[in-house]
């Protein structure tokens, strides 16, 4: 039926959810949850010209968005160098930023994706 054809997820699609949810868990404040605004980080809409974060990242594998997996890594380096441009370095969102960039990139090594791909598939 056309309801179970909307809910149905691809092989990618599920790799992807499975990956955000691990990066999610790694930001408990949620300072890159949701989009950064103007009125929390002055200025942030001139500096930053393509903002990313984990609900646009959610929504964008919702809809099919990413043709692959290298895509999604390039919006979480992008969301993660955004934040690393726009702060100095002795913020706290600086240094939540590298330490979430490393744990990430961690998560999609060669080795890791060979496990998952058992476990999910
Ligand atoms: C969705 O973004 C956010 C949401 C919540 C918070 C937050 O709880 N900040 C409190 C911790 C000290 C104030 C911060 C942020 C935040 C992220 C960021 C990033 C990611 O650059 N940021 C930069 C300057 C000021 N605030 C922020």
């Known amino acids: 039926c056309v309801l179970r054809k909307i809910a149905e997820r691809t092989p990618l699609q599920r790799l992807l959810e499975h990956l955000l949810r691990s990066m999610e868990k790694r930001d408990p404040q949620q300072f890159f949850a ?3 605004t103007d009125n929390i980080a002055p200025g942030y ?3 930053i010209t ?3 974060d984990f609900s646009t990242i959610k929504q964008k594998i919702d809809d099919g968005n990413y043709q692959n997996l290298n895509e999604f890594i390039n919006d979480f380096k992008l969301m993660c160098s955004n ?5 100095h370095q002795d913020t706290i969102y600086y240094k ?3 330490k979430l960039l ?12 060979r496990q998952l791909r058992s476990v999910l598939t």
């Open 102 to 113: 490393h744990v990430g990139l961690k998560m999609v090594t060669p080795e890791k994706l």
């Open 96 to 98: 939540a930023a590298k």
């Open 83 to 87: 934040a690393t441009t726009y702060n």
């Open 50 to 52: 393509n903002p990313m």
């Open 34 to 36: 949701w989009p950064v």
């Open 45 to 47: 809409s001139q500096i």
